[in-house]
């Protein structure tokens, strides 16, 4: 039997294998694609709820606002409300970010939502919502809670208050 020759061999050699990489990646998020906001977004797979509730006090402070994002479809209406702010709702956008391509790891969440009723959100401003570095054993389900001492409380001139995110989103 004849040996091939060394250019065939090499050929050979040099022909794509399937790499078990590709073979493990789920197709079930496929369509998580780069946008304006972020370079990964999976939200136009979730619907659901995301909520911060803020209430800061003290020294003739008394401000408590509430921002709920409802979510379909990755679409965002947000209805905001607050002690100094009138009720309104207006349009709003989300991010969810997914650490990997796999069915569960970590995630991000990012809500944007306008300042009053007349604007609208753009990428350049920051969000107002933001959950990071949470691990979710199945990405079909993305829910928790999270409470902290509010970003402009100050003991010293006796500011104390709370945030808290809470979120439910649900792959459709």
């Known amino acids: 039997m004849p040996i091939p020759s060394r250019g065939l061999m090499l ?3 040099l022909a794509p294998c ?39 006090k003290g020294n003739g402070v ?9 979510v379909k479809a990755g679409g965002v209406t947000c209805r905001v409300k607050g002690t100094d702010v009138p009720e309104y709702e207006s349009p709003g956008m989300l991010a969810v970010v997914h650490e990997t391509t796999e069915n569960s790891g970590e995630y991000e969440i990012s809500v944007w939502c306008p300042e009053s009723a007349d604007k609208r959100s753009t990428r350049r401003d920051a969000p107002l919502i933001e959950v990071m570095d949470q691990q979710a ?15 402009l409380a100050d003991e010293v001139n006796g500011l104390a208050g709370t ?3 809470s979120w439910q989103l649900r792959r459709q």
């Open 137 to 151: 054993a199945d990405y079909t389900t993305l829910d928790g809670k999270s409470s902290y001492e509010h970003p």
């Open 11 to 13: 050929l050979l050699a």
């Open 62 to 70: 008394n401000d408590v606002r509430s921002v709920i994002a409802t």
């Open 163 to 165: 945030e808290t995110i």
């Open 18 to 56: 399937p790499t078990p990489l590709a073979a493990q990646a789920s197709k079930a998020w496929s369509q998580c694609r780069g946008d304006s906001l972020v370079t990964w977004n999976c939200a136009s797979y979730y619907s659901g709820t995301v909520t911060l509730s803020s209430e800061l």
